[in-house]
């Protein structure tokens, strides 16, 4: 890592000795993921998603994160009291717009939530780009594009939006428009277990409930490649892995991150 980074252990410690609370709106696939990977890294989860309530929540949480992966109007309107109760109490929030593409309305969803200035958005390369209103490749919520496609487009959203924003692949990119970094680590078998993608943005928040909005988006790509690289050690095939992963998120320690990432 160079001198120009922050250091991700330093920010794992803090993380973990915090246990932070981390309201996480996320989608019927990823629930328990989301909850049990947020716990196996150091925090808190509350999957909180109804409108009634949500405003509150964020209000008290350490960070909110917000993913549209099922979304329907109920949860939409859960996701804007969210975040705007978020903002209202100073809360930072992290959103994850999944396949925001592939409807009118969910390109019209994820505008409205843009609008409400998340600190950090997360996804794969195709979600960046197209979100960024360039031409991408996805399909539904895979990604059809590399990373480094997406590293330009990535610098001008965040220069747009005022949002770090972290894409993440075979090897993840995150930029503040002005700062920039690469991650490795990670393991093949990740993209083939469901919802570890939508897990990690809900791990972010974990990050985002102490640290400044790219210091925390590039500590939790840290941990999820050094997390997925010990868990690839001792399964070979995506049901196993799902559970080594778990287990890693918790093993690894600050001499694992350090050192997976480099300024770009």
């Excluded at 991700?8 to 990977?37: G, K, Q, W």
């Excluded at 309107?77 to 209202?88: H, K, R, S």
């Excluded at 939530?113 to 996805?138: F, M, Q, T, Y």
């Amino acid at each position: 890592m160079t001198d120009t980074l922050p250091p991700p252990a330093a920010a794992l410690t803090r993380m973990r000795a915090a246990c932070p609370l981390v309201h996480c709106i996320t989608n019927y696939v990823a629930m328990n993921v989301a909850a049990n990977a947020v716990l196996a890294a150091g925090a808190s989860p509350a999957m909180v998603h109804a409108a009634e309530e949500s405003g509150d929540v964020a209000g008290i949480a350490g960070a909110l994160t917000i993913n549209i992966g099922t979304l329907s109007p109920h949860w939409l309107a859960g996701m804007v009291a969210a975040a705007e109760g978020a903002n209202a109490a100073g809360t930072p929030w992290v959103l994850d717009p999944v396949a925001h593409f592939v409807s009118p309305w969910r390109r019209e969803a994820t505008a409205r939530l843009v609008a409400l200035k998340p600190a950090i958005i997360r996804g794969n390369a195709s979600e960046i780009i197209a979100l960024a209103g360039a031409e991408a490749a996805g399909q539904g919520a895979d990604s059809g594009d590399d990373v480094a496609a997406a590293e330009a487009p990535a610098r001008a959203l965040a220069a747009e939006t005022g949002a770090v924003v972290a894409v993440t692949g075979v090897r993840d990119f995150v930029t503040d428009g002005t700062r920039a970094a690469r991650v490795t680590g990670g393991h093949e078998l990740m993209p083939r277990v469901t919802a570890l993608g939508c897990a990690l943005t809900a791990v972010t928040g974990a990050y985002a409930a102490q640290e400044a909005p790219f210091d925390a988006a590039l500590a939790a790509l840290c941990h999820y490649a050094a997390a997925g690289e010990r868990a690839g050690h001792g399964a070979d095939h995506p049901g196993s892995f799902a559970v080594a992963f778990i287990d890693a998120l918790s093993a690894v320690g600050g001499d694992d991150l350090d050192g997976r990432a480099e300024a770009a």
